[in-house]
């Protein structure tokens, strides 16, 4: 599902995770805004599921953060669904704060979550 664009053109600001068994365990995929030079986004993020909870989509972000910080962003954006409450959850439990619900954000019904984190 995961075009191979982004780990080709997003090198340095997306990552993956595998097991001991050299298995997929995650991913992110992100990239430094080029329209706000203090921003980053979250693009993509999977985690299979036998690794939740093992704070494989922790590591994985906050990998992306200290990239990203040391390329000077400081503010770090990422849209979720509101359907999906885990997501939503997720982030929050690593520091992101809903700025915003946007109604028909991608498209009639699509409503979506604008998520926000400042690092320090």
């Known amino acids: 599902m995961l075009p191979r664009l982004f780990f080709l053109h997003f090198e340095g600001t997306s990552f993956v995770a595998e097991d001991v068994d050299g298995d997929l365990a995650g991913f992110v995929c992100g990239f430094l805004s080029q329209t ?18 093992a704070g494989v989509g922790r590591t994985l972000y906050e990998r992306f953060f200290a990239e990203v910080l040391g ?3 400081s503010v770090i954006r990422c849209v979720t669904s509101p359907a999906n409450e885990e997501s939503v959850a997720f982030h929050e439990a690593l520091g992101f704060q809903v700025d915003r619900l946007v109604g028909d954000y991608d498209g009639p019904g699509e409503d979506r979550v604008l998520l926000l984190k400042r690092l320090n």
């Open 71 to 73: 390329e000077g962003r």
């Open 36 to 53: 706000d030079p203090d921003e980053a986004y979250i693009h993509f993020v999977g985690v299979s599921p036998e690794h939740r909870g």
